[in-house]
């Protein structure tokens, strides 16, 4: 299954950590502060981080940001506090998900499990190109590939988050119709959801920014939500 790395200055919840993710057939190592994740983080490889947003030597705001300079790992941030700044700032750094303590295991196993499935990290069967099953769609500059999670602009590879893969998954397979607010939260986020709509518009704003020439082609509607152009 998957390699993870939990990093909190709790033993409690590191030891909780490890014994559910265990259970579930990952590898779990553990830090007991951000400058011991972020030596690991960037020494090895992972499938996810765990990282609580208050620890000693090197907060996780901080170690998140260090590590999204020189990785593309999925991040999943723990926070006891819940504050609307923990998570907009998280995701704004590049986090895929949002935990506030005290957690439920099972919901924190079941986002874990949503973010390895999404990122490809828990096999699955895959068909090569030459399969009909093989799913690809073409906008102008910009190739999706769906069966192989790959996004192309102008030719270039472009890399997207795990939660950006998938709010553009969603969009394409629905480009031209007017997208509610309520509607891609639903959708897109569904149990993983925790917050407001500023969460929605602060991954939109990261998905623009990734798409680059391409960026346009997602267009507000005033009161309404968004549309994928597709022309």
């Keep these: 299954m998957g390699r993870i790395l939990i990093a909190d200055d709790e033993a409690k919840i590191r030891a909780l ?5 265990s259970y579930e057939g990952h590898e779990v190592e553990e830090a007991s502060n951000g400058r011991k994740a ?4 960037l ?32 991040i999943l941030m723990l926070s006891a506090r819940g504050e609307e700044y923990d998570r907009i700032s998280g995701f704004e750094l590049g986090a895929d998900d949002y935990v506030v303590k005290p957690f439920s295991p099972k919901e924190l196993m079941l986002r874990v499990e949503a973010i390895l ?16 099953t093989h799913e690809v769609m073409k906008f102008g500059g ?7 999670r790959l996004v192309f ?7 997207l988050s795990p939660k950006e893969y998938d709010l553009l998954f969603y969009f394409c397979r629905n480009h031209g119709i007017a997208l509610s607010r309520e509607k891609l939260l639903t959708e897109v986020w ?12 602060t991954h ?14 997602i267009v507000t509607l005033r009161g309404v939500g968004y549309r994928f152009d597709d022309n």
């Design 117 to 132: 499935r999404r990122t490809g990290k828990i096999p699955l069967h895959l068909p090569g190109p030459e399969d009909p």
């Design 43 to 74: 020494s090895r490889p992972y499938d996810l981080i765990i990282l609580d947003v208050m620890m000693p030597e090197l907060d996780g705001l901080s170690t998140c940001r260090a590590i999204r300079r020189k990785s593309e790992v999925p």
């Design 38 to 41: 972020l030596e690991m983080a």
């Design 17 to 21: 950590v490890r014994k559910y993710g």
């Design 204 to 217: 939109i704003k990261m998905l623009r920014k990734s798409l680059g020439s391409c960026r346009k082609r």
């Design 142 to 148: 910009l190739t999706v590939d769906f069966t192989a």
């Design 153 to 159: 602009v102008d030719g270039e590879k472009a890399y």
């Design 190 to 201: 569904g149990y993983d959801f925790y917050g407001d709509d500023r969460t929605l518009d």
